[in-house]
């Protein structure tokens, strides 16, 4: 009987080789199967495996646009380092990438243009039923001696891509290759693990279809999408919403629309999303429940306690102590909404808001709604004002 040994001075799998003999495998690569289908058995869509070798094309693209990607290379935090695991990581032998389907259940119509989808059920802070399955899946590995970490500095779309289970949009999303109709509502997770697995075929290339005509580029408010499987995170509505500057840019603030945390315009228009987004899907009684927390004119006047309970534990890129971006963010939405029945709500706000980013931005979206009602409050609140919210005011009346 052939001996299942590992690099590792042959450490056994106890559980592992027991299965992999009952299935007749006759190579320690039966292990690799073996992880796939408890990863398969969990409720992952799909699950992969390639080298910790450096990612050259993920550096190179780096490399060749430092002055968009500077945030995310610095001492506290850096793909760069995460693109070549094997480096940053010795001990660590090969790469399992999980592919996670966030898309499982119906949105609430009412938050769809409000938020990216994936943030409405990330559960990581929040320990729900989808981390579950990912602690099942190390404890799984650690019963047969499997040493496994993820490492969130991985580009984990690149890594997907190398291990063959997604394919480049020109969207610079990632398509999944064998589950979720070929869609990119998926999380890539990338886990390193300590032992020897051949790498699976890559599936590197872009699949867009060629008829396509580019309708991910055309669906892009802010030009952040400017040339195909090329996106400047810097224009991103995604990174303005969460990382932005402490108020959004003037020319930013209409083409970002109602978005108040992520985007999905760019992955709503692609023709390789529509079959799953035409699959029939249960609703989301979880997130219906919540849903009620996430309208624009509760964020835009919600307290620090609402915030730091209801609210962060969900969408968490910013920090406990940043009620003021979310409450920008949602007077911002609100007028581009233009909705006049939230004029009281943005009026509240002016007067109110101890933050002057909140004021100023409600400032101006009274001015893109507000009309001639607004003007008494915008002239009263002028001379209480610094100069900040006053030039924001002053624009504003030009506009009523
Ligand atoms: S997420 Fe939105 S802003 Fe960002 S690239 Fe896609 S469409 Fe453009
Ligand atoms: S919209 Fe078209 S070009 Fe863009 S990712 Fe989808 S298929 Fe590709």
Redesign the pocket.
Known sequence: MEQITTPRANMQYPVLIARFFERGYTSPMGVKELLREKALELGFASAGFTSVEPMPVYLDEIASRPEMYSWVNSDYFSTVRGASPGVKHPWARSLMVLVRNYYQRLFPQDLIGLYGRCYLVDERKVRGAEFAKFKALLDFMRRESIRAQFDEEVPARMAAAMAGVSSY???C?V?CTDAIKGSSWLESIPLLLDIDLDPDEPSLE?R??SD??????E?CPTGALYE?LKMNPLRCIAFHSYYGEDITPRELREPMGTWVYGCDL?QE?????RPWMSTELPVDQDLESRADDYRLPVLLCMGQEFYQERIWPRFFYMSRSRVDRWQMNAARALGNLGDPSFIPDLERSLSESPYANVRAMSAWSLGRIGGRSTRSLLEKRLGAEGEIVAAEIRSALEET
């Open positions: 949009g020109k969207s999303f398509y872009v867009c279809p396509c005509d580019n309708r991910c580029l669906a195909p760019c228009a692609c023709p390789r999303n």
